[in-house]
């Protein structure tokens, strides 16, 4: 009984940490106004989240190529607007941003 409530407690901490963190980071994508020009399910100027994770899905390194472009901006890949650099997101915040992004579905 003892051994089961602990497995039941450390799988309730693991859920509300993942959920702390999609949380933090959906905050920091506001504060940074990445949801200007995106949202997760549907396009507005630039994709939808949930395609940006579709089209990297399993690509080993879709985390540090939309890094860069979150970095320093992009543009082709989506259509003819251009992403412009975003020089107030540091190279940390990014990286949870992109994260964020990737588990999208």
């Known amino acids: 009984?003892?051994?089961?409530?602990?497995?039941?407690?450390?799988?309730?901490?693991?859920?509300?940490?993942?959920?702390?963190?999609?949380?933090t980071a959906a905050d920091l994508a506001k504060s940074k106004n990445c949801l200007t020009c995106h949202s997760v399910a549907a396009k507005i100027v630039g994709p939808a989240y949930k395609d940006v994770a579709a089209k990297y899905a399993g690509q080993k390194d879709a985390e540090d190529k939309l890094v860069?472009?979150?970095?320093?901006?992009?543009?082709?890949?989506?259509?003819?607007?251009?992403?412009?650099?975003?020089?107030?997101?540091?190279?940390?915040?990014?990286?949870?941003?992109?994260?964020?992004v990737l588990s999208q579905k």
């Open 68 to 100: 860069q472009k979150v970095l320093k901006g992009g543009s082709g890949t989506w259509g003819a607007i251009p992403m412009p650099a975003n020089t107030q997101v540091t190279d940390a915040e990014a990286h949870t941003l992109v994260k964020w």
């Open 1 to 23: 009984m003892k051994r089961e409530f602990l497995a039941i407690l450390a799988v309730g901490a693991l859920t509300s940490q993942v959920t702390f963190a999609a949380d």
